[in-house]
């Protein structure tokens, strides 16, 4: 049976990404599972390349992006049972913590501030100021080849979360009371510490490259005086040198030339720097 899903063709991609930078693609919004697993299952059959997406925030797409986009945004449902917070993948990271406060939760006031999704949160188990997202999560809903099942023994690290090629539908989070004006003092002090470090307002797709035991690659860049080197409309931002930021006008070859020669100026100090960010 076929299903008739929202479609926007030839959507501008770099209105789905917070560095605002992108070719054109056809993108589709499921509401429901069965829509998901039709959309999944016929570009499977079909072999049309596909990527799930949440909201963007640490995605850079080509400029010359091929294949079909599936946006988890309508799977947005947030709601309280057995005193745990059940949320679906699509929930963005602000309208959780405005949950967590209201209702009384405290324990992921670290991620305020961050523009992702829950879905993309926990797919490279997102984290800051000493917290990550894993360590609150009781068990996830997954979808892989046409079948839902839970997850509860969940095995992640730093930047990698629990999943092993499923889609993400719904995590629940196992947190603790707290009384809210407290939650709200927390998130706020988090929020004026990115202000103060980062280049909050700016078009960027958070920390470019992960760090690795003792090894940061932000300060490494600082210094070696990269701050503020451009290539077209991109540049190392002067704020925080492990942001690249669009200046606008930048395209995706901007930035990963500028990716580029930052890499190979580490491996001329001998260093090894992994992305964090995924480029598509």
Known sequence: MKIKVKKIKNADLKNYSTIKIGGKADIYFPCNFMELKYLTQYFNKKNINYLILGNGSNILFTDNFKGKIISMKNFCNIFIENDKIICESGVGLFQLCSFCANHQFGGLEFLYGIPGSVGGAVVMNAGAYGGEICEHIEKILVFKDGEIYEKTNLTYSYRKGPLEGEILLEVVFALNKAKNDEILAKQMQILNLRKAAQPFAAL?????????????????????????????????????????????????????????????????????????????
């Open 204 to 280: 960027s797709l958070g920390s470019v490259f992960k760090r690795s035991g003792d090894i940061i690659p932000a300060k490494l860049i600082d210094e070696w005086q990269l701050k503020g080197i451009k290539v077209g409309g991109a540049q190392v931002s002067r704020k925080h040198a492990g942001f690249i930021v669009n200046n606008g006008g930048a395209t995706a070859k901007d930035v990963l030339s500028l990716i580029e020669i930052i890499e190979n100026i580490a491996e001329n100090y001998g260093y090894k720097f992994e992305r964090e960010i995924k480029i598509v």
